[in-house]
């Protein structure tokens, strides 16, 4: 089991950053793979960025390359994403995830943080 739990959440302007923390509570991150996913009201959840337990290359959804940037710290068994350039497409509720199977799909995922609003005004 792992407990997630999200936080950097926000209002900012057109053109700001944003960086997003997701920790392990009462659990840790080691051998499991993180994602980042996006949801607003009315459309399915949206693959953002994932990246392996062992780290190497992260993926990323087409929406966001260029511009977010997903890190990990194995030892405080914490993920981020770095969000730069942002625009208010990206308003929506993020996500981490959790999982020992690497996947940039949401339903491979079994666990999920409670989510944290971020909203980019135009």
């Known amino acids: 089991q792992v407990q997630l739990e999200e936080s950097g959440g926000g209002l900012v302007q057109t053109g700001g950053s944003l960086k997003l923390s997701c920790k392990a509570v009462?659990?840790?991150?080691?051998?499991?793979?993180t994602g980042w996913f996006r949801q607003v009201p009315g459309k399915e959840r949206e693959f953002v960025a994932a990246?392996?337990?062992?780290?190497?290359?992260?993926r990323y959804g087409d929406s966001v390359k260029g511009r977010f940037t997903i890190s990990r710290d194995n030892t405080e068994d914490t993920v981020y994403l770095q969000m730069d350039s942002l625009t208010p497409e990206d308003t929506a509720v993020y996500y981490c995830?959790?999982?020992?199977?690497?996947?940039?799909?949401?339903?491979?995922?079994?666990?999920w943080g409670q989510g944290t609003q971020v909203t980019v005004s135009s």
């Open positions: 995830a959790a999982d020992k199977t690497w996947a940039v799909s949401a339903r491979y995922y079994d666990y």
């Open positions: 009462g659990s840790t991150l080691k051998n499991y793979h």
């Open positions: 990246l392996m337990w062992s780290g190497g290359q992260p």
